[in-house]
């Protein structure tokens, strides 16, 4: 009989004493009464618990249209908690009702406020101002159900699947525009950037050539410089010179053939270093 006769409200609950039905006392509600144990007529009172706690409802995504005339399916959800307990059970009677009651005014507050605003406003920062203000609808429309509503917030916002798919389509089309001016502005760029090579290369290499024909001229010219000053100094020794230099070219590693006379001009220095011709042997008379 004891037990039947008392009953426990815990520090996350709130509870409302019903007698035959009627309410008669709210227990443990915001800023009032504290939990614990108390004490009930048997059989003819009963106890409801509500949450003290914030609760949160996720409300099924929905398709809305924008004031741009976008569509867009919207995923929100809110978090609220139990202000008034007895003004709670007498509007909505429980917590499954309220959930139903409450995404109602959340579905009808969000299309009302997103069809005002351009896709633009809903994907930038403004969003947390648009939530502010569905929030505050919300909680206007549902001051009778002895809740506060907290939070509202859209948890995603994506286009329709058919929209989607072709705003994909658009994304890619545009991408692989935009690699191909890429492509091309890269392939116009490398062609300048070979062309002015070229023509440096060849200026380059037509004065390294233009230089090198001077040093050639002035190497040949200096050659022959010495070789007039050495010639006029003994044109003995320059005829045995080139003379050897001849020897050189014509002897060397070749394996070419030649036939000549003895006594040919090209072998003057093959007999004496004077160069001149060795005496020939008399005839042996026979």
Known sequence: MLLISTYKVREDQQAILLQLGEPIKVVNQWGTDEPGLRFKTPFVQNVEYFEKRVLDFNAPAEEMILGDQKRLVVDAFIRYRIIDPLRFFQSVGNEAVARARLGAILNASTRQVLGTVELITVLSG?????????????????????????????????????????????????REREAKEFRAQGEEESQRIRSRADRERVVLLAEAERESQILRGDGD??????????????????????????????????????????????????????????????????
């Open 126 to 174: 403004e969003r947390a101002q648009l939530m502010t203000q569905i929030r505050d609808q919300v909680n206007r429309q549902s001051t009778g159900f002895g809740v506060d509503v907290i939070d509202v917030r859209i948890r995603r916002a994506d286009l329709p699947e058919e929209n989607s798919q072709a705003v994909y389509q658009r994304m890619q089309t545009e």
């Open 221 to 286: 010219g200096e050659a022959h410089r010495i070789s007039r000053e050495a010639y006029g100094r003994d044109p003995e020794f320059y005829a045995f010179y080139r003379a050897m230099q001849a020897y050189r070219e014509a002897l060397g590693d070749s394996d070419t053939s030649m036939v000549l006379s003895p006594d040919s001009e090209f072998f003057r220095y093959f007999g004496e270093i004077s160069g001149n011709q060795a005496p020939t042997a008399p005839a042996t008379p026979e």
